[in-house]
């Protein structure tokens, strides 16, 4: 019996391999900007039903749990101060896709399903990264902030989300990021 060929891993590694190629942002489609809450998201790539995001994140901002109910994705760190959480608790070492050889977690990668609760909080740094994403068949992608289930980032979010339903909340912390941890991100301890 073969093993089934993640299309999506491929192209994650595809992508991370190549990304000094990608340095610009591509002609081809028009290159979509978002901003919520100070958190600038910009259309790296897209061909077919998968695309490439980049996230910015302003110092001490919290993404607080969610999912996306038509995008399966690695999310890649390039920098800063982030915590990420799947299923309610941080990403430790073990969760992490390294690239081979690195001394540090520089484009490391994390995979979350569409159904996996995810999240993340921003120390002194903020920090960025990339949304290496698969779209389900027939759905047009877009930018991922807007295909979204969960706690959201203000009104102004939920008045965007296309696709799933956004719940809002008057004060987010850390522990909106992580439901099921203890202790606060990383970068606090």
């Known amino acids: 019996m073969s093993e089934e060929v993640d299309e999506l891993e491929v192209f994650a590694l595809d992508f991370r ?10 002609t081809a489609i ?7 809450r100070g ?12 695309q490439v995001e980049m996230f910015v994140v302003p110092p001490n901002r919290v993404i607080p749990e969610h999912t996306h109910p038509n995008v399966d994705s690695y999310e890649m760190y390039l920098g800063g101060d982030i915590s990420f959480s799947r299923s309610g608790k941080w990403i430790v070492e073990e969760d992490l896709i390294k690239v081979p050889g690195s001394t540090d977690n520089r484009g490391a990668l994390i995979k979350v399903k569409t159904t996996d609760m995810h999240g ?16 389900a068949d027939g759905v047009e992608p877009h930018s991922v902030a ?3 289930i969960g706690v959201v980032l203000d009104e102004n979010h939920a008045s965007r989300v296309k696709l799933g339903k956004a719940e809002v909340k008057s004060e987010i912390t850390w522990r909106d990021s992580a439901t099921l941890e203890e202790t606060g991100p990383t970068y606090m301890q």
């Open 120 to 135: 993340g909080s921003f120390g002194p740094k903020g920090g960025v990264f990339m949304s290496i994403q698969k779209w």
């Open 146 to 148: 807007l295909d979204y």
């Open 39 to 50: 958190i600038t998201g910009i259309t790296w790539y897209r061909h077919g039903q998968f």
């Open 17 to 26: 391999a190549r990304g000094i190629g990608y340095g610009y942002l591509p």
């Open 30 to 36: 028009e290159t979509s900007t978002y901003q919520i």
